[in-house]
């Protein structure tokens, strides 16, 4: 049986040239690959499809977020890329997230692989007060993780990209069939950046996680293939 190794290692640069050098630099430590925003912004669908010829996995972060025909069309684009999971935002609702299932499928009825569909539920940058206070949501963020990670089942996404704080109740709550991306991820050790809920990839991985995405810790060492490995070792440790 192949070792699952959950580490996708995020290429947020617009460079495509260093993305391509650093993808080939971590290749044997790593289980995938992440393009979000600034990267698919600066180098396109081409820049996507030279990522994903390197030959690991590929998550589009694209966190797709508008009326459900747009979304549509963005699911039927993002899968032709040839990726293995992309996402939107859950916060769009049921029809916009049943829209991005239903886009995905129609791209893959030759090839017969639809890439998975996963939910962003709360941004792992926003804590309680955040929540409460800037976006009016009432309840926790764990329970608004739970209520958002549910209307994405029913509309028939495979997963949800959640911070690891919520692992373990989702884990417990959607069963262990349900795909859990994981960024905050930090190695022991690591400053915490931007992020508000983090944990290192060994916690996130004995909470429940399948994918953990591990930028800045990796990407911004001095050498990132040596950073890659050592990841690996402290989740084998």
Not at 30 to 37: H, T
Not at 54 to 63: I, N, S
Not at 97 to 118: F, I, K, N, W
Request: aromatic content about 4%; overall charge positive; charged content about 20%.
């Amino acid at each position: 049986m192949r070792f699952h190794n959950p580490v996708f290692v995020a290429l947020d640069t617009p460079d495509l040239d260093r993305a391509l050098a650093l993808a080939r630099a971590v290749k044997p430590f790593v289980g995938g690959l992440k393009v979000g925003l600034e990267f698919i912004t600066a180098c396109g669908p081409d820049g996507v499809r030279r990522i994903v010829g390197e030959g690991l996995p590929v998550f589009a972060d694209v966190k797709f977020h508008d009326i459900p025909n747009t979304v549509a069309g963005a699911a039927r684009e993002a899968t032709r890329m040839g990726v293995l999971m992309f996402n939107v935002h859950a916060a769009g609702g049921r029809a916009m997230m049943r829209a991005a299932a239903e886009g995905a499928a129609a791209a893959t009825e030759r090839s017969g692989r639809r890439p998975l569909v996963l939910a962003v539920t709360v941004l792992t940058s926003l804590d309680r007060a955040a929540l409460s206070r800037e976006l009016s949501v009432a309840a926790s963020v764990e329970g608004h993780v739970l209520h958002l990670a549910g209307m994405a089942a029913e509309s028939g996404l495979d997963g949800c990209v959640a911070s690891p704080n919520e692992i373990g109740a989702l884990r417990t709550n959607r069963g262990p069939g349900w795909v859990i991306v994981t960024p905050g991820v930090r190695p022991a050790g690591s400053t915490p950046g931007d992020q508000s809920r983090i944990a290192t990839p060994r916690a996130a991985v004995q909470a429940g996680a399948h994918y953990l995405v591990v930028g800045r810790p990796i990407t911004g060492a001095p050498d990132p293939a040596r950073a890659a490995e050592a990841v690996l070792q402290e989740m084998a440790s």
